[in-house]
């Protein structure tokens, strides 16, 4: 399939609760609107860089293969996709929350965990056999990820994450570190300092939590703020630059083009010709 599509859905099977797609998106950064149930995107191969809004700040994670995406009703994120991707999207009727305890958490998160991804993927394998009786099974098992959902909001979702990584706390610490310090040299050194860690063992738990090395996250984080940046265009290239901690323009287009495959002159070309169309 050369472009983006639906490969199969749930809408024959008539599910009262719980209602999926599985898609295959080709790698072009999307925005999903918010909506009136609670969205939980499974990722089933590829990785994604994924933006929200909580409480007026933006927040941007990494989804990665096998990763857990959750937005509450009403939520909208953004979507910038590194690969194909392979996802199934579940919509969860809101009012499940309701039946296991309460409301949903308010704000939008990622996770890696084993048991929200067994029972996602227990819907996907429902859906793809499409048996006409599965709905009383299906019930179940939205009932059960509505309960792991509200759990994870409770507890902080990435604490429980993939078994060696960071814990929830210690990454959002780096995130907020690497955010901070952006224009200015950002070592190991000091990342791992920045959530109480020693450097020895922090490059392979923060690897194992975004699936990046520290150095190529900080890289992304520098080509996503450029990318932001170069909407203003009294803003030039050389002077970007240096507002993201590159050494100079040709640094930042090296990398840029790396992690894009684009310069920062056609990306910014290409987004002016898409503001035009709009």
Known sequence: MAGGGVLAT???LKWSNLRVSLQHEVPTKRKITALGDCLVIFLRSGHANVSFDVHGRTTTDRLTKGGILFLPEGQACEIDPGAVLESAHIHLWSGLFSFVGRRPAIEPFVAHDPVLEH??????????????RSAAFVGAIARAIATRLLLLGQTGAKDLGRPGGLSGQQLREVQAFVRENIEREIGVNAMAGSCGLGSKGFTRAFKKSVGQSPYQ????????RAKRLMADRRLGLAEIALHCGFCHQEHLTRVFRKVTGLTPGQYRNSASRQEDEA
């Open 119 to 132: 029972l996602t993927r227990a819907v996907v394998q429902a859906d793809l056999e499409g048996l006409p």
């Open 217 to 224: 996250y900080v890289m992304s984080a520098r080509v996503e």
């Open 10 to 12: 749930s809408g024959p």
